[in-house]
């Protein structure tokens, strides 16, 4: 299909400019006219492109991508970035506080879905809701743990059973001083927030930064393959983090 007419779609659907964001959302980079292959990947890096070239990808979706609204020179790593997606005619598109926020390929909506949490709300980017019946927090890390195929880190600042939920993917330890359910689940640490998260009797799983962030550019990637009939593949590197 036309690269523009998926750009477009692609900014109408994810309301891209309905968020104050660092990120440079919506098309990054312009390669070729023509879109055959759709690639997903959480973030936009050298590997990724590298792989994203070998497995014939030419529109290529990133939840974290090159800009962050500030300047820098075209040099080094910045060059060799640019150079491949551009000799290779691959097009950039990132989403990121878009794609949290999505009510239905968001990477929160989507972790919650595939918890089993229900009457979901917005928070912030995330979302918040309840489990159908109250339900041991260790038995909550290891369906996280399962979903991932990571080892989630459990601070357990709280009761043993849960029931209510605020799910707020990637850097958002942050938001330990204003969550007001039994449990908070979000991607990476933070030393800051480690004792109020006790001191206010929370519970939080740590599930990774990376982990918690695969979620949204696959439900897109997904969705644009049945709605416009294109091809997709998920570029896996992850951080560990």
Known sequence: MERDELVAYLDEYLRIHAFQDASLNGL??????QVHKIGAAVDAALPVFEDAKEKGVDFLLVHHGLFWGEVFPIRGHHKRRLE?????GISLYAAHL???????VGNNVQIARALGVVDLEPYEVGVKG????????????????QLT????LVHQGGLDLVQTVTIVSGGAAGLVSRVDTDLFITGEPKHSAFHEAFERRLNVIYAGHYDTEVFGVKALAAHLSERFGLPWVF????TGL
Not at 84 to 88: A, E, G, V
Not at 131 to 144: G, H, I, K, Q, S
Not at 235 to 238: K, T, V
């Open 149 to 152: 195929g990571m080892q989630c």
């Open 235 to 238: 570029l896996d590197h992850p």
């Open 98 to 104: 878009p794609l949290d926020a999505h009510p239905e």
């Open 28 to 33: 990054q980079v312009e390669g070729s006219p």
């Open 130 to 145: 309840r489990f159908p019946v109250p339900t041991p927090l260790a038995e909550v890390a290891d369906r996280l743990g």
């Open 84 to 88: 491949l997606l551009l000799q290779n």
